[in-house]
């Protein structure tokens, strides 16, 4: 049976370009998101090359998520690679400017609806065994704080413990789990962000340069291909004109 990798939020970004990535290597594909009109798109585009499921899917619908991974045609229930990747920021003022509502909307997906695709493939993934691999897409945010991260970083912070955690528990199965924490990429992450502010994502990408989508994309797909005796457990990645922030004073 042919390998497929289940990748959440295909339909933008980091997960499309892992689509692109893992269909090169002729993995079949199970695509998910909330957009099905993308999704679409993209199994016309990769179809001719690979087999491709889509499935119109809300992360934080833990029933929807359970039966998209208990009702995968044969031809895709061979789920080696699941790719946690949908997740959003939202939000970039202070904590204190924040509606309660987006601090929930993040929690729900970056966190809830991790744990709930997680739960749902984990039976498939350790039946499956070695050289089956879960990726999870951190963020730099979730280990070094600035201004304006709040919840976002501490969804981040989430990933990264939930992976070193399932990697404890899940030893012996030959499952493997990675938290990739990218920094600044070019996606629609910043247009999401900021409700649509199409010159603020651009003028953060503007004059420097910034990871693509497909920088990450070889990263989860070298990851997940790897020999199966190797996990690579944290894989922090930034542009090199990108560093950390200094430290704030606060000044009368
Ligand atoms: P994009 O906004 O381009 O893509 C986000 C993807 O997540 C979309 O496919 C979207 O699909 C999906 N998504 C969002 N909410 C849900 C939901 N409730 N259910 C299902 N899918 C959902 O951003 P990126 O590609 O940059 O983001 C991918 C991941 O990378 C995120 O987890 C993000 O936090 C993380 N990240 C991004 C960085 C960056 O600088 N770009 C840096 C570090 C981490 P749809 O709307 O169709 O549902
Ligand atoms: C996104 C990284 O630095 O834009 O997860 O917050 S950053």
Redesign the pocket.
């Known amino acids: 049976m042919n390998k497929s990798v289940f990748i959440?939020?295909?339909?933008?970004?980091?997960?499309?370009a892992a689509a692109r990535r893992f269909a090169e290597a002729g993995f079949s594909l199970v695509l998910?998101?909330?957009?099905r009109e993308?999704l679409e798109a993209l199994k016309s585009e990769l179809s001719g090359k690979v087999a491709v499921h889509v499935i119109e899917?809300?992360?934080?619908d833990e029933a929807a998520v359970k039966r998209a991974a208990n009702e995968l045609p044969d031809e895709f229930a061979s789920v080696h690679v699941l790719l946690n990747?949908?997740?959003?920021?939202l939000a970039p003022e202070p904590a204190q400017d924040v509606a309660l509502e987006d601090w929930h909307t993040m929690i729900d997906?970056?966190v809830k609806?991790l744990v709930n695709v997680t739960h749902a493939l984990l039976p498939t993934l350790i039946k499956l065994g070695a050289g089956t691999s879960i990726v999870n897409?951190?963020?730099?945010?979730g280990k070094w704080p600035y201004k304006g991260s709040h919840v976002y970083g501490a969804t981040?912070a989430f990933v990264e413990q939930f992976s070193y955690n399932l990697r404890c528990d899940l030893q012996g199965t030959g499952v493997r789990v990675t938290d990739i924490?990218?920094?600044?990429?070019?996606?629609?992450?910043t247009?999401?962000r900021t409700k649509g502010d199409q010159a603020a994502s651009d003028q953060l990408y503007g004059n420097t340069t910034p990871m693509s989508?497909e920088d990450i994309a070889e990263q989860m797909f070298y990851v997940a291909t790897l020999p199966a005796h190797l996990n690579i457990n944290f894989l922090e990645i930034q542009p090199v004109r990108q560093v950390w922030a200094g430290m704030a004073v606060d000044r009368d």
């Open positions: 959440t939020g295909a339909t933008s970004g980091f997960g499309r998910t998101g909330r957009r993308r899917l809300d992360v934080r990747n949908a997740g959003l920021a997906t970056n609806g897409i951190g963020s730099t945010a981040k924490a990218p920094g600044m990429a070019e996606t629609e992450f247009l999401v989508a």
